[in-house]
């Protein structure tokens, strides 16, 4: 059974989508959830799900002993599900190619430092696009360039605003990410 850590600080919608698949295809568990937001409700999943969790700040996250604690998990996967810091070149090394990130654009369009959440959606109203998706990526030491997996797009509709745009990549993300997961591990070479 593969262990699978996933890193997320938001609702954690995409982190509960993970987990319900992994109850149909029990490929692998998901054996820590690390979030920086102490009121994230990916917590509250978390909880209710009874998975650990680590919750970390700065300075802890930059700490060799996280490293550690990481690894004390042997992960397969490390999986960003909304986590907005940038992940230390000490922990991309580590876990090379392990680690993958999901992302509501279909990039390279609309990534990078400033680009999340609804001001993703905002752009890409913003510039009249009639298409839009997710892309799903290993990360590397810049936001939003490793290598990318696999992308899925929807269209843009004329009355769209992002909250609505944002409903429909939300579904997209909850149907791809957990048969990427899948994918991967399927292929996992240690
Ligand atoms: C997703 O849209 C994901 O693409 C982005 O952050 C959002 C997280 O949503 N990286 P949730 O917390 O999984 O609901």
Redesign the pocket.
């Known amino acids: 059974m593969h262990s699978i850590i996933i890193f ?1 600080s ?6 509960q989508a993970i987990i319900n698949y992994l109850k149909q295809h029990p490929i692998g568990k998901v054996s820590l959830i690390v979030c920086n937001k102490p009121n994230a ?2 917590l509250d999943i978390a909880a209710v799900e009874n998975i650990p969790t680590l919750i970390i700040d700065k300075t802890s996250f930059n700490d060799t002993t996280f490293i550690t604690t990481l690894a004390q998990h042997q992960p397969s996967l490390i999986v ?4 907005l810091w940038k992940i230390p070149g000490g922990v991309v090394q580590f876990f090379s190619n392990k680690i993958i ?4 654009s279909l990039l390279p369009k609309y990534g990078g430092k400033n680009m ?2 609804q001001r993703v959606h905002q752009a890409v109203i913003a510039a009249n696009e009639k298409t839009s998706g ?1 892309t799903i990526h290993y990360v590397n030491e810049v936001y939003d360039e490793g290598e990318i997996i696999v992308q899925a797009h929807c269209s843009v509709r004329a009355d769209d605003t992002p909250e609505t745009l ?1 409903q429909r ?2 579904q997209l ?1 909850h149907f791809y990410f957990p048969r990427t997961l899948h994918f991967l591990l399927e292929h996992y070479k240690s």
Do not use: Q
């Open positions: 997320a938001g609702a954690g919608s995409n982190a409700g990916v960003l599900a909304g986590f990130n999901i992302h509501p999340y959440g997710i944002s990549i939300h993300e």
